[in-house]
Nanobody, 113 residues
Framework: QVHLVESGGGLVQAGGSLRLSCAASGRPASINTMAWHRQAPGKQRQLIGSITTGGRTNYADSVKGRFTISKDNAKNTVYLQISSLKTEDTAVYYC???????WGQGTLVTVSS
C-alpha cells in the first residue's frame, strides 16, 4: 500500500507562486513514477506531469513553462512548483502513484485576480 498526502494549497494572488508537496508513505522506496494532476471546478481531471525515480520529468503541453515537478528521495516527497499563477489555475491538485493506483486527497489552490 502507498499512502499519499498533498499539502501547500491555499489562496494566492494572480502572478504569485506556490509550491505543493506530496509526501509518500507505505512503500515509498518502491514507487518508480509520481504524477501531478489537477481538477478545476466543473472540469475533468487533467494530467500536469510526472517524474521518475531518476528525476526525469514530463509535462503536458498545456502547462509547459510554468509548472515544475521535482522530488526529494530522502524525504519521499514530490513537489509541484507553479509560477505566474493565473485564475484559471484554480483547482484541486492531486498527486498520484500510477503503478499502485494510489491518489492523495488533493489540495485546493485558489487564485484570486
Amino acid at each position: 500500500q502507498v499512502h499519499l498526502v498533498e499539502s501547500g494549497g491555499g489562496l494566492v494572488q494572480a502572478g504569485g507562486s506556490l509550491r505543493l508537496s506530496c509526501a509518500a508513505s507505505g512503500r515509498p522506496a518502491s514507487i518508480n513514477t509520481m504524477a501531478w494532476h489537477r481538477q478545476a471546478p466543473g472540469k475533468q481531471r487533467q494530467l500536469i506531469g510526472s517524474i521518475t525515480t531518476g528525476g526525469r520529468t514530463n509535462y503536458a503541453d498545456s502547462v509547459k513553462g510554468r509548472f515544475t515537478i521535482s522530488k526529494d528521495n530522502a524525504k519521499n516527497t514530490v513537489y509541484l512548483q507553479i509560477s505566474s499563477l493565473k485564475t484559471e489555475d484554480t483547482a484541486v491538485y492531486y498527486c498520484n502513484a500510477p503503478f499502485y493506483g494510489a491518489w492523495g486527497q488533493g489540495t485546493l489552490v485558489t487564485v484570486s485576480s
